[in-house]
């Protein structure tokens, strides 16, 4: 089957997009076309596929996101974003609550992050401290700032669900290889952690600036997880650091969003979804065979105003 294609990223974080609202196919269907789409080796690649989905009598549209393994996750915010502005352009809106896999999230068409750069506002939560949900077995109901013995770590790890599940270090600096092996660790689904979990070190630059990089579940080591950000912000308002209600830039490997947690647990993000091509590509969802990608456009204004947004 043809299918159009929208290659995007929101903070680094880039993804094939499809306009699923009329196109059927099963979720098994749905993850060999995400692995085959986001297959670094070939044609198109990504950290996943994001999926712009019907709306019903609640949500306008809906998202769905399956990672570059062709699981699915609960949410995903740099992809959100994204998802968002394909969603408002098909329905000529600026605001849109949209529904995730369990619940929903609020975004809008914000005032660009900088010139050229399209800009959405999420909203997103509230974030939860119950490991019970995820499930994390690991003998207590939170783990706030505490090290968890079945990681191998003596690192203290505070947990949060936004809805997806991470695990968040502070650290004076970011040791990648230490970071991959945690995450290693979860990525292999353990019985005290079935449904793994996303692992994140986190550097506090100043009183106002995270750097955040993250060993994402189904991805491994990515330039940007947006759910991981906002759970960071939030584990930085828990833990003290940055006190709730504070503006923050949260830096990665692929730039920056600004952001606020709330004290309820809410976090909200502006960031950008950046259009890069946008074409079509075969597509057998039963083997995952890809053959002939076009590309119709490309935005180079868009990917000129990015790189001069993070050129500092």
């Given at each position: 089957?043809?299918?159009?294609?929208?290659?995007?990223?929101?903070?680094?974080?880039?993804?094939?997009?499809?306009?699923?609202?009329?196109?059927?196919?099963?979720?098994?269907?749905?993850?060999?076309?995400?692995?085959?789409?986001?297959?670094?080796?070939?044609?198109?690649?990504?950290?996943?596929?994001?999926?712009?989905?019907?709306?019903?009598?609640?949500?306008?549209?809906?998202?769905?996101?399956?990672?570059?393994?062709?699981?699915?996750?609960?949410?995903?915010?740099?992809g959100l974003r994204c998802v968002?502005?394909?969603?408002?352009?098909?329905?000529?809106?600026?605001?849109?609550?949209?529904?995730?896999?369990?619940?929903?999230?609020?975004?809008?068409?914000?005032?660009?992050?900088?010139?050229?750069?399209?800009?959405?506002?999420?909203?997103?939560?509230?974030?939860?401290?119950?490991?019970?949900?995820?499930?994390?077995?690991?003998?207590?109901?939170?783990n706030i700032e505490t090290a968890?013995?079945?990681?191998?770590?003596?690192?203290?790890?505070?947990?949060?669900?936004?809805?997806?599940?991470?695990?968040?270090?502070?650290?004076?600096?970011?040791?990648?290889?230490?970071?991959?092996?945690?995450?290693?660790?979860?990525?292999?689904?353990?019985?005290?952690?079935?449904?793994?979990?996303?692992?994140?070190?986190?550097?506090?630059?100043?009183?106002?600036?995270?750097?955040?990089?993250?060993?994402?579940?189904?991805?491994?080591?990515?330039?940007?997880?947006?759910?991981?950000?906002?759970?960071?912000?939030?584990?930085?308002?828990?833990?003290?650091?940055?006190?709730?209600?504070?503006?923050?830039?949260?830096?990665?490997?692929?730039?920056?969003?600004?952001?606020?947690?709330?004290?309820?647990?809410?976090?909200?993000?502006?960031?950008?979804?950046?259009?890069?091509?946008?074409?079509s590509i075969d597509v057998d969802?039963?083997?995952?065979?890809?053959?002939?990608?076009?590309?119709?456009?490309?935005?180079?204004?868009?990917?000129?105003?990015?790189?001069?947004?993070?050129?500092?």
């Amino acid at each position: 089957m043809r299918i159009p294609v929208v290659k995007c990223h929101g903070s680094g974080n880039d993804f094939p997009l499809v306009d699923a609202r009329a196109v059927q196919l099963s979720d098994a269907e749905w993850a060999t076309v995400a692995r085959a789409l986001a297959d670094r080796t070939g044609p198109v690649g990504g950290d996943g596929l994001l999926l712009l989905g019907p709306g019903d009598q609640s949500v306008p549209f809906s998202m769905a996101m399956y990672n570059s393994d062709g699981s699915e996750a609960e949410t995903c915010l740099n992809g959100l974003r994204c998802v968002a502005r394909a969603g408002f352009a098909a329905l000529g809106i600026e605001v849109a609550t949209v529904g995730l896999m369990n619940s929903t999230a609020e975004a809008s068409h914000a005032a660009d992050l900088a010139p050229g750069v399209y800009t959405v506002r999420e909203t997103a939560g509230p974030a939860t401290h119950d490991v019970a949900d995820w499930p994390m077995t690991i003998g207590r109901e939170s783990n706030i700032e505490t090290a968890i013995a079945p990681l191998g770590s003596a690192r203290a790890f505070t947990a949060v669900a936004i809805p997806n599940p991470h695990l968040i270090a502070f650290v004076e600096a970011v040791d990648e290889a230490e970071l991959a092996t945690i995450g290693r660790v979860c990525e292999a689904a353990p019985g005290w952690l079935p449904n793994r979990a996303n692992v994140s070190f986190v550097e506090l630059r100043d009183p106002a600036t995270l750097f955040v990089r993250t060993f994402e579940r189904g991805v491994g080591l990515t330039d940007s997880c947006g759910s991981a950000m906002a759970a960071s912000v939030h584990a930085a308002g828990l833990t003290g650091r940055i006190a709730f209600g504070t503006p923050v830039v949260v830096l990665n490997r692929g730039g920056l969003v600004r952001a606020v947690a709330a004290a309820d647990g809410m976090v909200t993000i502006e960031g950008n979804a950046t259009w890069q091509w946008t074409g079509s590509i075969d597509v057998d969802p039963a083997t995952g065979a890809v053959r002939d990608l076009r590309i119709d456009t490309v935005f180079h204004d868009e990917a000129a105003a990015w790189a001069a947004a993070t050129a500092a």
